[in-house]
């Protein structure tokens, strides 16, 4: 059920931005777009979510295409700790989380 | 901030027992849970969403009997995994949403292994 497209895997050096697709080209109008990462052996973690408009926090933007069929994830400075498997998923209210395969994100010291 | 707690962290058990793994939600009520099962280096695969005093819904190809949801009070979620085998050995994960639009809140997993 997973209805997004991602990269396998990207790269960044340390302290640089770090921009992460994603094409969700049969979202709906009621889909949340959500972004979740995960660290070996752990849950995934909270990153941003979004509606229509772009979305700023302390961890992360998420830019919203204006036909809302892709989204990117953007970390202003990729820190090692950055490293992880960054999940975009579509949620509709109320509805379950369906994640797809997510990108692995490197970053190089 | 809102914290979903997850209960063993690790555990090992013999093939034929069963394991019960317990969700907490700390400081929200949370009248819908999701349990998922992720195998090594796979993404999380839903198995099912658990309904605060009424049955739990499983994804298709889920066996209900095997893997048995209550979800008895707002804070509270167990996934029991019955008469369990070593194919049943994975990473299991919990939960629960903050509220309908906003976002969700993970356990931490716990790691079955049966041996």
């Known amino acids: 059920d997973a209805k997004t497209t991602q990269p396998n895997s990207m790269e960044s050096n340390e302290e640089e931005p770090v921009h992460l697709p994603c094409n969700h080209s049969t979202i709906s109008g009621t889909d949340y777009i959500h972004w979740y990462r995960q660290l070996p052996s752990q849950g995934p973690e909270y990153v941003i979510h979004?509606?229509?408009s772009n979305v700023n926090n302390r961890m992360a933007s998420l830019a919203i295409a204006e036909d809302r069929k892709s989204s990117t994830l953007i970390l202003h400075r990729a820190t090692l700790r950055d490293a992880a498997v960054y999940y975009c998923?579509?949620?509709?209210?109320?509805?379950?989380?369906?994640f797809g395969t997510g990108t692995s994100l490197t970053v190089i010291p | 901030g809102a914290v979903v707690s997850q209960h063993p962290s690790r555990v090992i058990c013999k093939s034929g027992t069963s394991v019960k793994i317990e969700c907490r939600s700390l400081?929200?009520?949370?009248?819908?849970m999701f349990w998922y099962r992720q195998f090594p280096k796979q993404s999380l695969m839903l198995m099912a969403t658990s309904n605060e005093g009424s049955k739990a819904t499983y994804e298709q190809g889920v066996e209900k009997d095997k893997f048995l949801i209550n979800h008895a009070s707002l804070t509270l979620s167990t996934l029991t995994v019955t008469s369990a085998h070593p194919e049943d050995s994975s990473f299991y994960i919990c939960?629960?949403?903050?509220?309908?639009?906003?976002?969700?809140?993970f356990g931490q997993g716990t790691r079955l292994t049966v041996v």
């Open positions: 939960s629960a949403p903050w509220a309908p639009n906003t976002e969700a809140f």
């Open positions: 998923i579509l949620r509709a209210t109320g509805n379950q989380f369906y």
């Open positions: 400081d929200f009520q949370a009248t819908t």
């Open positions: 979004g509606l229509t």
